[in-house]
């Protein structure tokens, strides 16, 4: 792969073979519906790669479907959001201010003001609950399993520890798009056709939101009543 931020974004395809660990086989009740568990509006969801496994759903019909689930630790994650068009726009972010803490305006903490998009593990949990659930182990504490299509992800390959971004269908374990991020936490490539160019998009932005903060409040400075998103 190019590994520049501005290289051209491409499907996430690799020669190398999948780790073997066994296909796992499981029988769901009923007729395999994925639709059925996608409500919601998604979540965008920012972690750390840890592997990936197969598994096949057998449904009541006898069909046999196919899934790579990754096993991704979590880092950061947001609500998706879309206009009255159902085309996706930057999530409805709050703005950032620093709050005096301290004797004599010695001591900083970063507050939000209003709601926010931004959702914490237990509220991706929550949010992605269904029986398909349980059919995976995560790999680590507080990580996700994800599943995608076997025909779309089967050749997809990362090493462990590369830092990665995802889309889900709905507030679901369904996987809509798979970006690989480089060292700086931009995106360099990419398995779906969203539109989005390689380098800092609102993506980057809003999931670099939450490291600003907790640097600014380590450092105990910053700009007070600043929109974090004004250029």
């Not at 995976?136 to 599943?147: G, K, R």
């Not at 490539?189 to 907790?214: C, H, I, L, P």
């Amino acid at each position: 792969f190019d590994h520049t931020p501005h290289a051209k974004m491409s499907r996430i395809y690799d020669d190398r073979p999948l780790q073997q660990e066994g296909v796992k086989n499981s029988r769901w009740q009923g007729k395999w519906d994925p639709p059925k568990l996608q409500g919601g509006a998604g979540i965008l969801l920012e972690g750390v790669y840890h592997k990936k496994t197969r598994h096949v759903i057998q449904d009541s019909t006898g069909e046999k479907i196919r899934y790579c689930v990754f096993h991704i630790e979590f880092g950061n994650a947001c609500q998706r959001r879309y206009n009255s068009q159902g085309l996706e726009i930057e999530p409805s972010f709050s703005q950032a201010k620093l709050v005096n803490t301290g004797y004599l305006n010695s001591s900083y903490k970063s507050v939000l003001k209003g709601a926010s998009d931004l959702l914490t593990y237990d509220e991706v949990i929550k949010r992605v609950r269904s029986p398909l659930v349980d059919y995976e182990t995560p790999s680590h504490a507080h990580s996700l399993c994800l599943w995608g299509e076997d025909d779309v992800y089967s050749s997809v390959e990362c090493e462990y520890g590369q830092g990665v971004r995802l889309k889900t269908r709905g507030d679901s374990i369904f996987i809509e798009s798979f970006t690989k991020l480089d060292s700086e936490q931009r995106q360099f490539s990419a398995n779906y056709t969203g539109g989005e160019k390689a380098g800092e998009s609102w993506t980057d932005r809003v999931m670099g939101f939450k490291q600003q903060q907790e640097t600014r409040e380590e450092k105990g400075g910053g700009e007070v009543e600043e929109d974090e998103w004004d250029d």
